[in-house]
């Protein structure tokens, strides 16, 4: 088959074939060295090849740019010399491992291995691992073309390493469908803690099996009545002979024209047997007397109930004889669409009345590929680490309407991928957290809120341009940084409009999600660190003020020291060039400085005002240990935090001092926190003493955003948590104290404090720009 050139990839593709209605309306054109990324660094493969669709899996090594700092080397020098940076900025190339999945349909199974074998370059393994039945079919086809060993792998095990996997590495993998929503689909957090959970695959038959450990499952049951009794069947009553147009046909039904509802046996006695008169008493019950021809669309919705029912029943039945009470759907009878999540989700609430939860997965159709792969690279553990979705580089999930037609419908030549990229440290909970399980991260949910969600998009929107002309400015020396940041600008923008759309296609849509989402982007095109500059000058800046600062905050005595340690944390809080109201004023006010910003703040009362309840907590003994997550490079890090740590430590409080991994806007970096730190030290006894002993402790958050995920967080952060027994937890800043974790309840106690700096969230919450959180709270014992 000749390669058709371009591709349309779907931009916001479904979880399968045919379960986006209107993915040729959305999709884009792409070649295909955009869809197959990265290839020529490719080093191992894996394939699932179902009876319409092949599901690609690979491995690859990817370069890319970041920013390094060091320290200056001032040997052989008297001194520093008063105005030089306070480090040096260098931009290096990294390698990182990336997990690239593309879906696409068999019609292009022979083109696709052509476009693999011309490019494959340093591929390390002379096998590919396949599942599926079509591994059998078309094992010649790619041991020809690729030249690579076919070793099939069992199909079983396969989909639940790849369930176990996305739900472990992706928070909002799974979602409840609920029909009457808008969106339908709601989104669960997900954790670390997994199992047991029942997998029910439906493809011809059904297949029931109990995940009770990432090695250990049984098939506890099953059925011969699924997917392929519904083709089946639906073909010989309608002649439909494809999969999508029985779907349709059963979208436009009404099966009470065909089934015997609980009012046709008992009339209006249904209501003394406490039953609704709408249950399904016999289906294709009226077939039998009637004495009429049906409508092939009211047949195939009953035989969709019918089957659906059962197997919801079936499930149920499962679930409460192995206590269980979450179960994942999969296999080509699900693939996204509307309608048979609808019936199905109805059939396991009746029956469990509630009990039991119908879950469905966003990469359902990848769970093959994924545990084949897995199975293929068990020599190299994957399993040890973390990984990330790549939201610039991954299709999401699309709603599909009912009333759309086959035609419509079409999916021919459109390409799904997803994207999970290797995280250099495993995350895991904070093991403060009250109720792990429960914690949710974000404090608005978009997805929910469509006033906010529209202001949120527009406002990135509006910041686009800004972000632009700084990763721009970034790279002077570049000769195709304004190339590149045009293209961010293109992918950027085409993932808000697709939000717009679809505010589900990546999970949970938050304010979070898009931050995450820009620096993504911004990663893919090479700009690392746009702000890498602008915090190396402002961390010099600060640093000349800090002995000053530290002086007037000595003079002063110790309830008066108190408030204005605490007015310094919340000033610093407010250089933070994300927030338009505050860059716009850095932009044009070079000498906007810490006093300044004091002067922006809020009177007290503030808007959210515990402060006198946390005066009373010092006045008793001091916190054993106290975990500070920080915000902003600069003023913030250096005259607001570090004073507030420098008091903590005169208590007698050691201090964990958390910063990002990576970094993201103008936030202090855990590399440019030892810089800091290190310059600090030559100036302050308290600090320089702390460091030595080991009573400050400054350590990586495993996290490149602006916001704060508590579920998520390095494990050698967790183990020090527990090691020096914290019992004191500081959040400082917007993105980790307002719009994320501002409801976290924590064993605890915790201070999150937070400026806010956007006039629309202040007037949402009762405030005005520049109001203050200052949040103090206490476990309940």
Request: proline share 4%; hydrophobic share 40%; aromatic share 10%.
């Amino acid at each position: 088959m000749s390669w058709p050139g371009t591709f349309k990839m779907a931009e916001c593709g479904a979880s399968g074939s045919g379960s986006s209605g209107d993915s040729l309306d959305k999709s884009i054109t792409l070649p295909p060295d955009e869809i197959f990324r990265n290839l020529e660094n490719a080093k191992r493969f894996a394939i699932d090849i179902g009876g319409s669709l092949t599901k690609l899996a690979y491995y690859s090594t990817v370069q890319h740019k970041v920013a390094k700092v060091r320290s200056f080397d001032h040997s052989g020098k008297d001194t520093e010399r008063e105005h030089e940076p306070p480090y040096e900025i260098s931009v290096q190339e990294e390698i990182t491992a990336r997990l690239h999945f593309i879906k696409f349909e068999n019609t292009y199974i022979e083109a696709c291995l052509d476009f693999i074998k011309d490019h494959l370059v340093n591929t390390e393994t002379k096998v590919i691992q396949a599942t599926g039945g079509g591994a059998y079919k078309f094992k010649d086809l790619i041991e020809e073309k690729l030249r690579l060993k076919v070793d099939k792998e069992d199909v079983m095990t396969c989909l639940i390493k790849g369930c176990n996997f996305v739900l472990k590495n992706i928070p909002h993998e799974a979602f409840v469908y609920q029909k009457d929503s808008d969106p339908e689909f709601r989104f669960q957090t997900n954790h670390p803690h997994i199992f047991p959970y029942l997998l029910v695959n439906i493809g011809s038959g059904v297949s029931i099996v109990k995940v009770e450990t990432e090695d250990r499952f049984e098939w506890v049951g099953g059925s011969s009545i699924g997917g392929g009794t519904f083709w089946g069947l639906g073909a010989l009553l309608t002649k439909t002979k494809k999969f999508d147009e029985l779907l349709h046909l059963a979208s436009r039904g009404q099966h009470s024209n065909v089934d015997m509802l609980v009012r046709d046996v008992y009339g209006g006695a249904h209501q003394t047997l406490g039953l609704s008169g709408n249950l399904i008493a016999s289906s294709f019950g009226k077939s039998a007397t009637a004495d009429q021809e049906f409508s092939k669309e009211d047949m195939a919705k009953s035989l969709l109930h019918m089957i659906s029912n059962d197997i919801g029943q079936l499930a149920c039945l499962h679930a409460r004889l192995h206590s269980l009470d979450r179960v994942y759907f999969g296999g080509f009878f699900i693939r996204g669409h509307p309608v048979t999540m609808r019936t199905i989700t109805y059939s396991i609430n009746f029956f469990s009345k509630g009990e039991v939860q119908a879950l469905f997965l966003r990469h359902e159709g990848y769970l093959g590929a994924i545990g084949a792969f897995l199975k293929g690279a068990e020599q190299d553990n994957p399993n040890q680490y973390s990984w990330g979705e790549n939201y610039a580089g991954s299709s999401g999930l699309m709603s599909a309407s009912p009333e759309l037609g086959p035609a419509q419908r079409a999916r021919s030549g459109t390409f799904d991928l997803l994207e999970m990229d290797r995280l250099e440290r495993p995350l895991v909970d904070l093991p403060l957290l009250l109720d792990p399980p429960s914690y949710v991260p974000d404090t608005v949910d978009l997805t929910d809120d469509a006033l906010a969600r529209k202001y949120w998009l527009t406002c990135f929107e509006e910041a686009l341009d800004g972000v632009v002309k700084r990763a721009v400015a970034s790279q002077p020396d570049s000769v195709d940084a304004a190339e590149r940041a045009e293209k961010f600008r293109q992918k950027y923008w085409n993932k808000l409009q697709t939000l717009r759309q679809q505010p589900f296609a990546y999970g949970t849509l938050t304010v979070r999600s898009l931050l995450d989402t820009r620096e993504h982007c911004l990663n893919e095109f090479n700009f690392p660190d746009p702000y890498s500059k602008v915090k190396q000058r402002e961390n010099g800046v600060a640093l000349r003020c800090f002995p000053g600062v530290v002086r007037s905050l000595d003079a002063l005595g110790w309830e008066e020291r108190q408030l204005a340690l605490v007015k310094g944390l919340l000033a610093g809080n407010v250089f933070d060039w994300g927030a338009k109201a505050v860059s716009a004023v850095l932009e044009s006010d070079p000498y906007f400085g810490f006093e300044e910003a004091k002067r922006k703040l809020q009177e007290r009362p503030w808007l959210v005002d515990s402060y006198s309840e946390w005066l009373q907590r010092l006045k008793g003994p001091p916190h054993k240990c106290a975990l500070i997550f920080a915000d902003n490079s600069g003023i913030d890090i250096i005259l607001g935090v570090f004073p507030f740590v420098r008091e903590l430590l005169l208590r007698g409080t050691e201090v964990i001092l958390a910063c990002n991994s990576g970094p993201a806007l103008n936030d202090v970096t855990h590399s440019e926190s030892l810089i800091v730190a290190e310059r600090i030290a030559g100036m302050d006894p308290v600090v320089h003493s702390a460091l030595r002993e080991e009573r400050l402790l400054l350590v990586q958050t495993g996290s490149s955003s602006p916001c704060l995920d508590l579920s998520r967080l390095d494990k050698g952060l967790a183990a020090l948590v527990r090691e020096r027994g914290a019992d004191l937890v500081v959040i400082e800043g917007m993105g980790r104290a307002v719009h994320t974790n501002y409801h976290a309840a924590l064993r605890c106690e915790s201070l999150k404090l937070a400026v806010i700096k956007n006039a629309w969230l202040a007037e949402r919450l009762g405030g005005r720009l520049f109001s203050v959180i200052f949040k103090y709270e206490v476990p309940a014992e």
